[in-house]
């Protein structure tokens, strides 16, 4: 059933239209037979560039689709809501964009962004490591200036997309001064020193690559630094900003499919003579999770809405996440329960939504440091 959405305008229900439309046929088929296979759908991701759906929000001056944030998210509901992997891969990209976008002097952005909008490249966006995952700052990988060079020497982990990307938006250690040390920079997706390691092993988001890349001496050209050398932290968590509000877009994406599932088998399902949605236990169960479905996406709406009048949005970005992210955990958990064995089977997604949720809780900021984020701003804010 598709979400009842007050959408701005007409131009903004065509895109919500389109990316529907695409997510129920050329999606859903797929997507668990693809997650089983462990098989990342690159091609997916250039159909989804032909169409304008692969960077919706970004400045249309340099090919990208200038799309409100708010009417961006709800088109990426539709597309985390039939397929996780391609929802987080879509804001991967995008929050990989935008550094440059954002930061980049108009040399940088002439230079690189049109094909980086275009719709055939895909970026990743390389911050973690394996020490460093909560702590950003605590990050060993080095770019050390020679001449018209940067050398990177270190490994990035966790990275979406990590051997796959045509393009990676990179922090990096420029020298050990503790709140100016990290800078960005833009890497290509190959070069000599760059070497991506086998893919994790996940729970699920299986059809989404996720892999450490090494880096020895990987000679970057001195204008691939994006803004000034020590911003890089700044950049790294602006972008977190935006980009914790497409992952808990995804999330309310996943909640409404568990939903849409969980009703459409409690209206068909018997037990004791009726429908098991007529069971009150079960019918409060599932008033529950359309209230956790309804208030996740308001969260959502009112942080995408100040971040479009240019207003601050980090404080509802993190409420967001957390609320959309913890929600989708439950909301899956329950629609498991809802289905009873059946729940438990391959034969519904609601199992492989269940196992998908989870990392949203964890990535982009787990929701302990959302509540950092949060306790922060209410300190501050205060004071
Ligand atoms: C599938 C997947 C894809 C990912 N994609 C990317 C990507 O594309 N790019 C990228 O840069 N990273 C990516 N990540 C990394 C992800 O952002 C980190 O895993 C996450 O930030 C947590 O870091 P960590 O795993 O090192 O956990 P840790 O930082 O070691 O945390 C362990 C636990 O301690 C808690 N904790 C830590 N500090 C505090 C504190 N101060 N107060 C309370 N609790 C705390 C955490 O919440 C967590 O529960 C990805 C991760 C996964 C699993």
Redesign the pocket.
């Known amino acids: 059933m598709p979400a009842d959405r007050l959408l701005p305008s007409d131009e903004a229900r065509a895109v919500v239209e389109l990316a529907r439309e695409f997510a129920a046929g050329e999606l859903a088929p797929r997507a668990a037979r693809d997650e089983a296979e462990h098989s990342f759908p690159r091609d997916v991701f250039r159909r989804l560039g032909e169409l304008g759906l692969l960077s919706m929000p970004l400045p249309a001056r340099w090919e990208g689709g200038e799309v409100p944030y708010e009417v961006y998210l709800q088109a990426l509901e539709e597309l985390g809501g039939s397929w996780a992997s391609v929802g987080v891969g879509v804001s991967?990209h995008v929050m990989s964009c935008w550094a440059l976008a954002t930061f980049g002097t108009d040399a940088q952005r002439e230079r690189w962004l049109p094909e980086m909008l275009g719709g055939s490249l895909l970026g990743?966006?390389?911050?973690?490591e394996a020490d460093a995952?909560?702590?950003p700052a605590a990050m060993r990988t080095r770019a050390v200036r020679d001449g018209g060079v940067y050398r990177v020497t270190g490994a990035?982990a966790?990275?979406?997309h990590g051997g796959e990307a045509d393009f990676y938006t990179l922090f990096a250690r420029t020298s050990d001064d503790p709140r100016r040390g990290i800078s960005c920079f833009l890497a290509p997706g190959r070069a000599p020193g760059m070497e991506p390691q086998t893919p994790e092993r996940?729970m699920g988001?299986t059809g989404?690559t996720?892999a450490t890349l090494n880096f020895d001496a990987v000679e970057l050209e001195a204008d691939r630094l994006i803004g000034q050398e020590g911003d890089g932290l700044s950049i790294a968590l602006q972008a977190l900003d935006s980009g914790r509000l497409g992952i808990a877009a995804v999330a309310v994406g996943l909640a409404q499919a568990c939903l849409d599932c969980a009703v459409a088998y409690a209206r068909q399902r018997e037990t004791f003579g009726r429908p098991i949605i007529e069971h009150q236990g079960l019918g409060f169960m599932l008033a529950d999770m359309a209230a956790a479905v309804q208030s996740s996406r308001a969260t959502v709406l009112e942080a995408a809405r100040r971040r479009d009048r240019g207003l601050p949005f980090g404080l509802q970005a993190s409420v967001a996440k957390l609320v959309a992210t913890d929600a989708a955990m439950r909301v899956s958990t329950d629609a498991v329960q809802v289905l009873g064995g059946a729940g438990y089977t391959q034969d519904f997604p609601v199992e492989r939504m269940m196992r998908e949720a989870k990392?949203m809780q964890?990535?982009?900021?787990?929701n302990?440091?959302q509540r950092?984020v949060i306790a922060r701003h209410l300190a501050r804010d205060r004071s």
């Open positions: 991967v990743g966006y390389c911050l973690s995952g909560s702590d990035k966790w990275v979406t996940k988001l989404s996720t990392v964890i990535f982009e900021g787990t302990q440091i950092l």
